[in-house]
């Protein structure tokens, strides 16, 4: 098995995301998201893809005021890695990071579990924790604060869209003589290489 050369990335990207789906017990849709900290070290985390757009950006959503969401702030710079162990894949992007609309944070907001909406509310994401009961009363507070209707966004929760540079392929093989299939963004398409394992 080899990795099928297409002119554009994105197609090849959504083939192996819905096999992970298929092969993969839990998040198939799981990313290590690593920024930069405005001293310039690396910062590393795993969040969850919500979508993927036909230019290839890819989007997720946390708390901008977390700790990811500052650096972003302070850089832009992004690189997503998805690693799928049942079927012996990896995908990376690099690029850009920008915020979503309030219309799409609003949209997706919306089609989260209570729970989740709930908790974005409860949760000062990053912040330091004096015990976990203060953050269960947090949550008791605002499940009053909402009992009788939906959840609104709260205005620190939104999302990115990492529009990427480079999406490079990987795919397993023996004697570590790994497929890589790396593709560049060159105007307004694409051009790609193979790469030595």
């Known amino acids: 098995m080899s ?15 819905a096999q992970a789906e298929a092969a993969e017990p839990v998040n198939p849709n799981a990313m290590a998201l690593a920024t930069v900290g405005t001293a310039g070290a ?7 893809l919500k979508g993927i757009e036909d230019d290839g950006a890819i989007l997720f959503y946390t708390n901008i005021e977390s700790h990811k969401g500052r650096e972003l702030r302070a850089n832009p710079a992004a690189a997503a890695c998805f690693y799928w162990r049942q079927i012996e894949r990896q995908v990376r992007f690099e690029g850009d990071t920008e915020p979503v609309s309030d219309a799409e944070a609003d949209a997706y907001f919306a089609s989260r579990q209570r729970g989740s909406q709930i908790g974005a509310w409860a949760s000062a994401q990053s912040e330091v924790l004096e015990s976990r009961a203060v953050l269960e009363r947090q949550v008791t507070r605002v499940e009053a604060r909402f009992a009788d209707g939906e959840v609104t966004r709260p205005p620190y929760w939104s999302g990115y869209r990492l529009r990427p540079r480079r999406i490079e392929f990987w795919l397993s093989q023996s004697s570590r003589l790994h497929y890589r299939l790396a593709y560049d963004r060159d105007g307004r398409g694409w051009r790609h290489c193979w790469l030595n394992p």
């Open 42 to 48: 690396p910062s590393i985390r795993t969040v969850l």
């Open 3 to 17: 990795i099928p050369e297409y002119d554009d990335p994105v197609p090849l990207f959504r083939e192996w995301l």
